[in-house]
């Protein structure tokens, strides 16, 4: 069993930056595939970005791709969600997810472990 608790969510203005971060706890980190998935109202969930469990395989959703950066560090089971030049349609609740594989990283699907969230608002 992994748990994952994120924080970092808040409100900031568009231009602004945040990081989220993810901490994990359970079974070994180390091992797990990570990502990260947004979901604003009324809208279906949206893969964000996803990291290897070595960190050597990185994917980012076509939105945010050039603005994002997904990190981790194994030694302190924690992953992280860099998020600069924010835009009002990056307002989401954000989860942190944990893979012990996966074949497809932009599928939520492949997620057997879910956070449950961290609001970000964006004010224009």
């Known amino acids: 069993q992994v748990y994952l608790v994120e924080s970092g969510g808040t409100l900031v203005q568009a231009g602004a930056s945040l990081r989220l971060s993810c901490t994990t706890s359970g079974s070994s980190f180390g091992n797990l595939f990570t990502g990260w998935f947004r979901q604003a109202p009324g809208s279906e969930l949206e893969f964000v970005a996803a990291q290897s469990w070595k960190g050597g395989a990185i994917y980012y959703g076509d939105s945010v791709r050039g603005r994002f950066i997904i990190s981790r560090d194994n030694a302190k089971n924690m992953v992280y969600l860099q998020m600069n030049s924010m835009r009002p349609e990056d307002a989401a609740t954000y989860y942190c997810?944990?893979?012990?594989?996966?074949?497809?990283?932009?599928?939520?699907?492949?997620?057997?472990?879910w956070g449950r969230g961290t609001q970000v608002t964006v004010s224009s």
């Open positions: 997810a944990a893979a012990s594989s996966t074949d497809t990283p932009s599928s939520p699907a492949e997620y057997e472990y």
